[in-house]
């Protein structure tokens, strides 16, 4: 007979089975640890002297998926028990004993009892063996990328089990996803119960801190500026370069960068750190170079007299957008593009009439001289009268400027070109005598002849003067 609806619920529980026939027979089992201890009350079916144990074969083994698969004990698969005075014999279960290789071929041997009424007894074992075994899982190499960066972490799952990924970040296998910080990542596979883990460290490099700075950001073409490295962050750095106007010059402290040519120039500096991490930086319009504007003018004479100073002065610079004239004596500047200036009249001067171009903060100056010749100016009388009174009792030339004083002289002739008086003194005048007689009423002739005092020219002049006595 075999007890059916039979269960293991903990250790020291006490099970009764009945017999289907009319004579009772209590079955009492005590489990604990595993072993059970059938104790059975001796049927009146028994004559006392049967000691010849039943029979029964083990069961026939089998294999289950895994842990959860394992049935629970079935006195059933007990198909062969044979009794020579018992015609059913009890057939119990009695214990589970795994070989404790968990997830490794593990097999579990069950126990049955197989008692007659006069309670010989035999136990026949059934082996279960769990397929189930710790799957291959593989999360991959160890790898360092730098922040921003992009990575994919595809586990090895030769076995296709179920798995799963953990970590400090939500990410799906086979898809890139940025990490924010270095972390270790685990998968975890599960073939029927059997867990295999493995680990994967991604390490996140720190980008460097990308600036610079410059001792100009402005200029005048051509500019030669020295950019400086400012950045921060993962030290040293090994790989730099500058990135101007479509040009690259290397250096990771500073760079001299010769700018020829006018306009607005961006600036990108790029930079590795050791650890092969690469950031940059750009200053749109960090550096600008003015275009240096041409001076030039011209001036209506450069030439001047006494008797006119006045000079139009025609500005030809080009690329400027301001002028500043300078005269050249203690005059205020003018910024009038296209000046009229009158120069001071004297004897005679030189004037150096400078002319400042600017763009902004670039200049340009052009120069030039102005020369100012005293004019010769003298006047001589057509007639005198040297009869006594306080008018016109002398005749003699009256210079205002431009001549030499102690170059000088003058000679009177008579109709027939004989000499009647000379002097080289600019301050006596010719009285109309002759060796202290006064000379007859009449045309005479005169010549003059003087040094220039601007350019010590000699200078001639005749004509004649009406005495009147």
Same mark, same amino acid.
């Given at each position: 007979?075999?007890?059916?609806?039979?269960?293991?619920?903990?250790?020291?529980?006490?099970?009764?089975?009945?017999?289907?026939?009319?004579?009772?027979?209590?079955?009492?089992?005590?489990?604990?640890?595993?072993?059970?201890?059938?104790?059975?009350?001796?049927?009146?079916?028994?004559?006392?002297?049967?000691?010849?144990?039943?029979?029964?074969?083990?069961?026939?083994?089998?294999?289950?998926?895994?842990?959860?698969?394992?049935?629970?004990?079935?006195?059933?698969?007990?198909?062969?028990?044979?009794?020579?005075?018992?015609?059913?014999?009890?057939?119990?279960?009695?214990?589970?004993?795994?070989?404790?290789?968990?997830?490794?071929?593990?097999?579990?041997?069950?126990?049955?009892?197989?008692?007659?009424?006069?309670?010989?007894?035999?136990?026949?074992?059934?082996?279960?063996?769990?397929?189930?075994?710790?799957?291959?899982?593989?999360?991959?190499?160890?790898?360092?990328?730098?922040?921003?960066?992009?990575?994919?972490?595809?586990?090895?799952?030769?076995?296709?089990?179920? =798995? $799963?990924? !953990? &970590?400090? +970040?939500?990410? *799906?296998?086979?898809?890139?996803?940025?990490?924010?910080? @270095?972390? #270790?990542?685990?998968?975890?596979?599960?073939?029927?119960?059997?867990?295999?883990?493995?680990?994967?460290?991604?390490?996140?490099?720190?980008?460097?801190?990308?600036?610079?700075?410059?001792?100009?950001?402005?200029?005048?073409?051509?500019?030669?500026?020295?950019?400086?490295?400012?950045?921060?962050?993962?030290?040293?750095?090994?790989?730099?370069?500058?990135?101007?106007?479509?040009?690259?010059?290397?250096?990771?402290?500073?760079?001299?960068?010769?700018?020829?040519?006018?306009?607005?120039?961006?600036?990108?500096?790029?930079?590795?750190?050791?650890?092969?991490?690469?950031?940059?930086?750009?200053?749109?319009?960090?550096?600008?170079?003015?275009?240096?504007?041409?001076?030039? =003018? $011209?001036? !209506? &004479?450069? +030439?001047?007299? *006494?008797?006119?100073?006045?000079?139009?002065?025609?500005? @030809?610079? #080009?690329?400027?957008?301001?002028?500043?004239?300078?005269?050249?004596?203690?005059?205020?500047?003018?910024?009038?593009?296209?000046?009229?200036?009158?120069?001071?009249?004297?004897?005679?001067?030189?004037?150096?009439?400078?002319?400042?171009?600017?763009?902004?903060?670039?200049?340009?100056?052009?120069?030039?001289?102005?020369?100012?010749?005293?004019?010769?100016?003298?006047?001589?009388?057509?007639?005198?009268?040297?009869?006594?009174?306080?008018?016109?009792?002398?005749?003699?030339?009256?210079?205002?400027?431009?001549?030499?004083?102690?170059?000088?002289?003058?000679?009177?002739?008579?109709?027939?070109?004989?000499?009647?008086?000379?002097?080289?003194?600019?301050?006596?005048?010719?009285?109309?005598?002759?060796?202290?007689?006064?000379?007859?009423?009449?045309?005479?002739?005169?010549?003059?002849?003087?040094? #220039?005092?601007?350019?010590?020219?000699?200078?001639?002049?005749?004509?004649?003067?009406?005495?009147?006595?």
């Amino acid at each position: 007979m075999k007890l059916s609806h039979f269960s293991v619920r903990s250790r020291a529980h006490v099970y009764a089975s009945y017999r289907p026939a009319n004579h009772l027979k209590l079955l009492l089992f005590f489990c604990s640890l595993f072993v059970c201890q059938i104790l059975i009350a001796q049927n009146a079916n028994c004559n006392g002297t049967d000691v010849t144990p039943p029979t029964a074969s083990n069961p026939f083994p089998i294999s289950v998926t895994s842990a959860a698969a394992v049935p629970p004990p079935d006195p059933s698969v007990v198909i062969d028990e044979m009794d020579d005075v018992t015609t059913e014999p009890f057939v119990v279960w009695v214990s589970d004993v795994s070989d404790g290789n968990t997830c490794n071929l593990e097999v579990i041997t069950r126990t049955y009892s197989v008692t007659d009424d006069c309670g010989n007894e035999i136990f026949v074992t059934q082996e279960i063996t769990i397929l189930a075994v710790y799957p291959p899982i593989d999360a991959g190499q160890n790898q360092s990328i730098c922040e921003g960066e992009t990575i994919t972490l595809t586990a090895g799952n030769p076995w296709n089990v179920p =798995f $799963t990924w !953990s &970590s400090g +970040q939500t990410f *799906t296998n086979g898809q890139p996803f940025s990490p924010t910080a @270095t972390d #270790t990542y685990t998968v975890t596979a599960d073939n029927e119960g059997c867990i295999s883990t493995d680990n994967v460290t991604v390490s996140v490099e720190e980008l460097p801190s990308v600036s610079f700075s410059s001792d100009l950001v402005a200029g005048c073409a051509p500019l030669n500026v020295q950019f400086n490295n400012t950045s921060t962050g993962p030290m040293p750095l090994t790989d730099c370069f500058w990135e101007v106007n479509g040009s690259t010059y290397p250096g990771c402290d500073s760079a001299d960068i010769f700018l020829q040519f006018p306009g607005s120039y961006d600036v990108t500096f790029t930079t590795t750190s050791s650890t092969g991490c690469t950031n940059s930086a750009t200053y749109a319009g960090f550096i600008l170079v003015e275009e240096v504007p041409e001076a030039s =003018f $011209t001036a !209506s &004479s450069t +030439q001047l007299t *006494t008797l006119d100073t006045e000079v139009d002065f025609e500005n @030809t610079s #080009t690329g400027a957008v301001g002028y500043t004239w300078n005269f050249g004596y203690d005059t205020p500047n003018s910024s009038v593009t296209n000046p009229t200036h009158q120069f001071p009249v004297e004897e005679s001067a030189s004037f150096l009439v400078t002319l400042i171009a600017s763009s902004g903060n670039c200049t340009d100056t052009a120069e030039l001289y102005i020369e100012i010749e005293e004019d010769v100016i003298f006047y001589m009388p057509n007639s005198f009268t040297p009869d006594g009174d306080e008018f016109n009792q002398t005749f003699q030339p009256i210079f205002s400027s431009g001549f030499d004083p102690f170059d000088f002289s003058l000679l009177i002739f008579d109709r027939w070109g004989e000499v009647v008086w000379e002097s080289h003194d600019t301050t006596v005048g010719w009285d109309g005598t002759l060796a202290g007689r006064k000379l007859p009423d009449g045309m005479y002739n005169w010549k003059l002849e003087f040094k #220039t005092t601007a350019t010590d020219e000699r200078r001639m002049a005749v004509g004649h003067v009406n005495l009147l006595n």
